[in-house]
């Protein structure tokens, strides 16, 4: 009897270090992963299908899909067209979100360009005006570096040239130069105006992946017009190179802008 009690205390004792041992073990790398959800959205100036302005509808679009970072195009700030409306500082008091902006040209006493969502802090930012060929418009791409569960995310936004293939282009090769000496994982979301396949799109995609493809997403991810939507030209794209995974994608219908804003979950792996 006591020979039994004793094995039966070791077995107990064995028992108790194993479940021990297990619980101090590193946790697997799957559960070091994050998922970031980025969007990309042309807001035609808070303009919808219905010609109207209505800035709540932009950010009810938002709250809903409830991004992490959201790059928009097409912004107006103190523009007599829209009732000189500070649009992005709006669209942030209704999001709670922080915001960054830049403008790419003066129009109608104000300025016009994109702008930047964050639900995490933005520590730097960097704006730049691209050289055009031809379009009266002038273009540019706004960069954010944000804090996002303790390491750095550069989130980029820009609007290409909606009139010439060579303009497109053109913009396409300075982005990329601008972005050649950023350090760390970089996401770019934008309306590049761009069919998949055309030069453009072909420049991006020799060095960052496409959210939409990568993600085996369902559809075409079709996003202009919002009403009948015909063309793939608003994309979110993102370095190869940054531990980043692109796991969903999604275009959500609303008509509350002329696109159709796109959507994707990212994977990102924690930096040990």
Same mark, same amino acid.
């Given at each position: 009897?006591?020979?039994?009690?004793?094995?039966?205390?070791?077995?107990?004792?064995?028992?108790?270090?194993?479940?021990?041992?297990?619980?101090?073990?590193?946790?697997?790398?799957?559960?070091?992963?994050?998922?970031?959800?980025?969007?990309?959205?042309?807001?035609?100036?808070?303009?919808?299908?219905?010609?109207?302005?209505?800035?709540?509808?932009?950010?009810?679009?938002?709250?809903?899909?409830?991004?992490?970072?959201?790059?928009?195009?097409?912004?107006?700030?103190?523009?007599?067209?829209?009732?000189?409306?500070?649009?992005?500082?709006?669209?942030?008091?209704?999001?709670?979100?922080?915001?960054?902006?830049?403008?790419?040209?003066?129009?109608?006493?104000?300025?016009?360009?994109?702008?930047?969502?964050?639900?995490?802090?933005?520590?730097?930012?960097?704006?730049?005006?691209?050289?055009?060929?031809?379009?009266?418009?002038?273009?540019?791409?706004?960069?954010?570096?944000?804090?996002?569960?303790?390491?750095?995310?550069?989130?980029?936004?820009?609007?290409?040239?909606?009139?010439?293939?060579?303009?497109?282009?053109?913009?396409?090769?300075?982005?990329?130069?601008?972005?050649?000496?950023?350090?760390?994982?970089?996401?770019?979301?934008?309306?590049?105006? $761009?069919?998949?396949? *055309?030069?453009?799109?072909? &420049?991006?995609?020799? %060095?960052?992946? #496409?959210?939409?493809?990568?993600?085996?997403?369902?559809?075409?991810?079709?996003?202009?017009?919002?009403?009948?939507?015909?063309?793939?030209?608003?994309?979110?794209?993102?370095?190869?190179? $940054?531990?980043?995974? *692109?796991?969903?994608?999604? &275009?959500?219908?609303? %008509?509350?802008? #002329?696109?159709?804003?796109?959507?994707?979950?990212?994977?990102?792996?924690?930096?040990?």
């Amino acid at each position: 009897m006591l020979r039994t009690v004793l094995l039966v205390a070791i077995a107990i004792a064995l028992l108790g270090a194993t479940q021990t041992g297990r619980a101090s073990r590193p946790l697997p790398s799957a559960l070091a992963k994050k998922t970031l959800r980025v969007m990309t959205y042309n807001i035609h100036v808070g303009i919808g299908m219905d010609k109207k302005l209505n800035l709540q509808r932009i950010a009810d679009v938002i709250n809903h899909e409830h991004p992490d970072l959201a790059g928009l195009q097409e912004v107006d700030r103190g523009v007599q067209r829209t009732q000189r409306i500070d649009e992005i500082a709006e669209i942030a008091r209704l999001t709670q979100m922080e915001y960054a902006f830049a403008y790419n040209l003066q129009f109608q006493g104000g300025q016009y360009g994109v702008a930047i969502l964050s639900r995490f802090p933005i520590k730097v930012i960097d704006h730049w005006r691209f050289a055009n060929v031809r379009e009266k418009e002038r273009r540019g791409m706004i960069r954010a570096e944000i804090e996002v569960h303790g390491q750095t995310i550069n989130f980029v936004t820009t609007h290409l040239d909606y009139q010439y293939q060579d303009g497109r282009v053109f913009e396409a090769e300075q982005l990329l130069k601008l972005l050649a000496g950023i350090k760390g994982p970089v996401i770019v979301a934008g309306d590049f105006n $761009d069919l998949p396949g *055309a030069d453009a799109y072909k &420049i991006m995609t020799n %060095q960052f992946r #496409d959210a939409w493809i990568e993600s085996k997403a369902i559809g075409e991810g079709l996003s202009y017009p919002a009403d009948k939507p015909a063309k793939r030209i608003d994309y979110i794209f993102y370095r190869p190179d $940054d531990s980043m995974r *692109a796991t969903r994608a999604w &275009i959500v219908n609303t %008509q509350a802008s #002329d696109h159709l804003p796109l959507v994707t979950d990212l994977e990102i792996r924690a930096v040990p």
